[in-house]
């Protein structure tokens, strides 16, 4: 056994501490060196950004150390005529700053950390070069700024869950529906949503958990989610566990606003064409993956089966919240909730009781701004690759429609 260490790699004796014999790994010095870093960065398409980096001092995070920059006249991101731009800055719990954009969906945007100002509470500089996706920033110096395009938006969504957050690698191959979903994506249909399904196959085996069809809005009702006129099934895929599948009512033409991810291999729904040419079955249009911020996709199956397993499940469709509107009531049959006991004595409160979703967007192609935007080669895993740039350089990006425009709520048809 060593001899023991004080924390600066100096030997003591047992005496001098008056404590038992022990080692301590002398690392504290080498970790006075370590400058803070970038761990981990989150952007999506809307204009909310996270940022993993522990131990700044939050006075030296602000609007002018944490820039934010759109494309200037040049219609091009990352290029010198960029225009500053105001921007939500808030450093949290000593490990994350978020940055919250006003922004039209898919406008492309920069993020610049400036590292000789933004010091941590040792009042070391930020080490800020960007070395790619889910890998630390830095070349072992001090200062250097952290700058980063957001070219375009990817087809990786995130939902962020009262539970959790799921990442979902979206199938190209499923033209109209990814272009379905990046429109209730786009115009916030599914921020204040909830799952409201969770069942097994009638035989306690787990099924699946759904939402997309229903909100809770700010007095405490459920209301329907607007939708529009549905699309028809597209074939392909299977539905195994940890994908993610478009809810339909009995014609194929009617996938809407609703989802619902497998919680096993649920081959039968897999959708296809009979021998007469007409489709059946339900679209499978993704797959859960690791996220930014994520080791792997068990984090996120993870947390789709805890909506299953650790959340009550009650039949609400003859309670007060939902009964005056029939087509909310009879959905709510398998509605998991936090708390059966508090639920069957109160009632149901749609604030307390849900698994709610707050956010559901698309995460943005990040290059290091300056750098040529390159597509992620085929067979690249998701962690390597989700984030690299999908624009060609130069591109031009059209201003993204409103919400207003994309989805009104006296419009279109409900599934």
């Not at 379905?180 to 009638?202: C, E, M, P, Q």
Request: aromatic letters at 6%; proline letters at 5%; hydrophobic letters at 40%.
């Amino acid at each position: 056994m060593g001899k023991p260490t004080s924390g600066l790699g100096k030997t003591v004796s047992a005496e001098a501490t008056g404590a038992p014999p022990c080692v301590v790994e002398s690392l504290e010095s080498r970790l006075l060196l370590a400058s803070p870093k970038v761990a981990w960065m989150v952007a999506d398409n809307r204009g909310d950004v996270t940022l993993r980096i522990r131990d700044l001092d939050p006075a030296t995070v602000n609007n002018r150390t944490v820039l934010v920059y759109q494309a200037g006249a040049d219609n091009t991101i990352g290029t010198a005529d960029d225009q500053n731009v105001r921007a939500r800055i808030k450093y949290k719990n000593a490990r994350k700053l978020k940055i919250n954009i006003n922004m039209d969906p898919d406008t492309p945007y920069r993020i610049r950390l400036i590292g000789n100002s933004i010091k941590d509470i040792y009042g070391r500089m930020l080490d800020g070069e960007f070395n790619g996706v889910n890998v630390k920033s830095g070349d072992g110096r001090r200062g250097g700024d952290f700058d980063v395009s957001m070219a375009a938006a990817s087809n990786v969504a995130r939902f962020i869950t009262r539970a959790g957050e799921i990442y979902v690698l979206l199938d190209s191959d499923k033209p109209n529906t990814l272009a379905n979903f990046k429109l209730y994506a786009n115009a916030t249909v599914w921020d204040g949503t909830f799952i409201h399904r969770s069942s097994d196959d009638g035989f306690g085996n787990p099924f699946v958990i759904q939402g997309g069809g229903f909100r809770v809005e700010a007095d405490d009702s459920i209301s329907r989610a607007p939708s529009v006129s549905g699309i028809d099934v597209e074939v392909g895929g299977s539905h195994l566990r940890g994908t993610i599948g478009m809810a339909r009512g009995s014609s194929t033409t009617s996938n809407t606003n609703q989802w619902f991810f497998n919680l096993s291999d649920n081959t039968f729904l897999d959708a296809g064409v009979d021998g007469f040419g007409q489709k059946f079955g339900y679209t499978k249009f993704g797959q859960i993956v690791a996220g930014p911020n994520q080791a792997s996709a068990d984090a996120g199956l993870a947390v789709m089966d805890s909506i299953y397993n650790d959340y009550d499940v009650v039949d609400a469709s003859s309670d007060p919240a939902v009964a005056g509107d029939p087509a909310i009531a009879a959905a709510m049959t398998d509605l998991p909730v936090t708390d059966e006991a508090d639920f069957l004595a109160n009632g149901l409160n749609p604030r307390a009781h849900l698994v709610h979703i707050s956010r559901v967007s698309l995460l943005m192609s990040a290059v290091r701004t300056g750098a040529a935007p390159t597509l992620a080669p085929a067979g690249a895993r998701f962690e390597d690759a989700v984030l690299v740039a999908a624009a060609r350089p130069g591109a031009v990006f059209a201003k993204a429609p409103s919400a207003d425009d994309l989805l009104r709520r006296d419009g279109g048809v409900l599934a």
